[in-house]
């Protein structure tokens, strides 16, 4: 399917997934597909699809064959191009790879986000979903931290361990709704773009691993001086 159609059939759908190079469980619904770059990888048979990227991981031709000497990524393209009428984005394949191009992934759907017109949100493979602002309800039982790249303010109410009945100005990359614990249903309101992120919970008691003493370093120490 070429780009134009594409977004022709984008105009009568609410949301869609995007397809990066990690998908490795993904698979095809009745929503539209965009594979981006080398998650062309992972396409599969699907009525509604296109891919977009600069072909710096793969061979596959590329529906949007994008320059490789650009000020954006393919990612950034991908979430650009969306209509306002879609309002949930559906990721997959988008974390476990460089963090450097995560931390780059997220800033794009903060600024995706900042721009839609309607409450609209982005979905991480059950590891995160950020909202734009708006009123949002989610259903955990588990650890949950909100973080934001702006400083909006936020309510988080509901069955959780702590709740902010009040709007609260929430810094930029703060600790301040840092592991809170929903036992339940969740109501969360936001006046600019916000993370919800759901760690494993596998990690939620995990201790440091120990650290080898000097000795096991081949350091030894007697009196306070090394030998």
């Known amino acids: 399917m070429n780009w134009p159609q594409f977004l ?11 397809i ?119 259903q955990r039982n588990g650890i949950f931290s909100l973080m934001a790249v702006d400083c909006p303010k936020i309510t988080v109410q509901g069955e959780c361990r702590f709740s902010l009945s009040k709007p609260v100005e929430l810094p930029a990359l703060s600790s301040l709704a840092l592991s809170n614990e929903a036992s339940g249903y969740v109501q969360v309101t936001t006046t600019g773009p916000l993370f919800c992120l759901f760690p494993p919970e596998e990690l939620r008691d995990r201790k440091p691993s120990p650290q080898p003493s000097r000795r096991q370093e081949g350091h030894s120490r007697v009196a306070g001086k090394p030998t």
């Not at 022709?8 to 995007?18: A, E, K, M, T």
Request: glycine content about 10%.
């Open 8 to 18: 022709g059939h984008l105009s009568f759908s609410s949301s869609l997934d995007i």
């Open 20 to 138: 990066g190079p990690f998908a490795t469980h993904w698979q095809p619904g009745s929503r539209p597909v965009l594979y981006v770059d080398s998650g062309i990888q992972w396409k599969k048979p699907c009525t509604i699809s296109a891919s977009v990227g600069d072909g710096d991981s793969g061979s596959s031709k590329m529906d949007v064959l994008l320059d490789t000497d650009k000020d954006f990524s393919d990612f950034a393209f991908a979430l650009r191009s969306l209509p306002q009428n879609i309002v949930a984005v559906y990721l997959h394949g988008f974390l476990g790879g460089r963090r450097d191009h995560e931390l780059g992934n997220m800033g794009e759907t903060h600024a995706f986000l900042k721009a839609r017109l309607k409450p609209t949100s982005v979905h991480w493979e059950g590891h995160m979903v950020a909202w734009s602002a708006g009123e949002w309800n989610f």
